[in-house]
């Protein structure tokens, strides 16, 4: 199988080379494009532009930072819609919100093409592992035609209905995951300052009923204060933001989601956006000098 891939980031990189593994030929775009030489190593080619890659694939996947870059692919010069026509499929696996989905899949079903978001759960690794946990919505043909690529990328795939339902999904869950990520990290802090070994809350936790996959893996290097991006947290707050403005729409009081969101806020103006979303860590110990 033969698709496209636009976005080479942190995911995007990982998702594409775990493509090529598995046989499938892959075009890829970049906005910087030198980080596509990385992949032709693995045996991808090059596409110049958006557009490009659209014309040359039936199937193209799209793995980008936000709403804005989303966009940008699609409406701006050289970008998806110049290209994209009957018989081709998009397939944008970017964290946006449902209005972004939306104005997406018109602009492509306007001319003809196909459209499916697919969100996914699960980061960096999950990503090299082909283990990811993908959230689609859309058109189910297209869905029912790219299977073989998301059996590649991912360990189980939703089929949620109409477009908006994947996003929205993800956003839940990520506002779950990011109002976890402060109360974890300021029970860490807690543990410490109280005269606790925090090593032993990681083992305490592990042993109980809210003992979870995160807590496991970023517990050790929180507590080396080591925060190498796999979620940048500048997507972390970014997904705040956009799972807040759901709640919003929806009259939904998200308290806890909005305090942690402050915090995400916080610490990317501390400078910390391109570190992993665990490093708001940095923010509560900074917040925690008072005697
Ligand atoms: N990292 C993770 O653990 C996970 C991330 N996600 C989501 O996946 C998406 C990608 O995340 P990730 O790979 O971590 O992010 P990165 O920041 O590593 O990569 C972002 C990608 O978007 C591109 N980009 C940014 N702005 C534009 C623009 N205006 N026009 C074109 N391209 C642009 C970047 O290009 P360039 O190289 O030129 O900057 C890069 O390819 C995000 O929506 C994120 O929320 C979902 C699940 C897990
Ligand atoms: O959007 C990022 C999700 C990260 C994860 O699920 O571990």
């Known amino acids: 199988m033969e698709v496209g891939f636009l976005g080479l980031g942190i995911m995007g990189k990982a998702m594409s080379i775990n493509l090529l593994r598995h046989g499938f030929k892959v075009t890829v775009w970049n906005r910087t494009l030198s980080k596509c030489d990385e992949l032709v190593e693995h045996g991808a080619s090059i596409g110049e532009t958006p557009a490009a890659v659209i014309k040359k694939c039936k199937y193209t996947i799209a793995m980008l930072s936000d709403p804005s870059a989303a966009l940008s692919v699609i409406f701006d010069k050289d970008g998806v819609l110049e290209q994209i026509s009957n018989g081709k499929g998009y397939i944008d696996m970017s964290t946006v919100d449902d209005d972004t989905s939306l104005k997406i899949s018109e602009a492509i079903k306007a001319k003809g093409g196909d459209f499916l978001e697919a969100p996914v759960s699960g980061s960096k690794k999950p990503a090299e592992d082909g283990q990811l946990v993908i959230l689609a919505a859309g058109d189910k043909a297209l869905y029912d035609e790219i299977v073989p690529a998301f059996d590649v ?139």
């Open 153 to 291: 990328l991912g360990k189980k795939s939703f089929y949620l209905g109409e477009v908006g339902n994947g996003a929205k999904m993800k956003l839940v869950v990520n506002m779950i995951m990011g109002s976890m990520m402060n109360a974890f990290s300021e029970g860490l802090t807690l543990a410490e300052r109280s005269g606790l070994n925090p090593a032993t809350l990681l083992d305490v936790l592990d042993l109980g009923a809210i003992s979870n996959a995160m807590f496991k893996l970023k517990g050790p290097t929180m507590l080396k204060n080591s925060y190498s991006p796999a979620f940048p947290l500048k997507h972390q707050q970014k997904d705040m933001r956009l799972a807040l403005a759901l709640g919003d729409e929806n009259a939904v009081s998200m308290p806890v989601a909005a305090a942690a969101n402050e915090a995400f806020k916080t610490a990317r103006s501390l400078g910390l956006g391109d570190l992993d979303f665990s490093a708001v860590h940095e923010t509560l110990k900074a917040l925690d000098h008072s005697t």
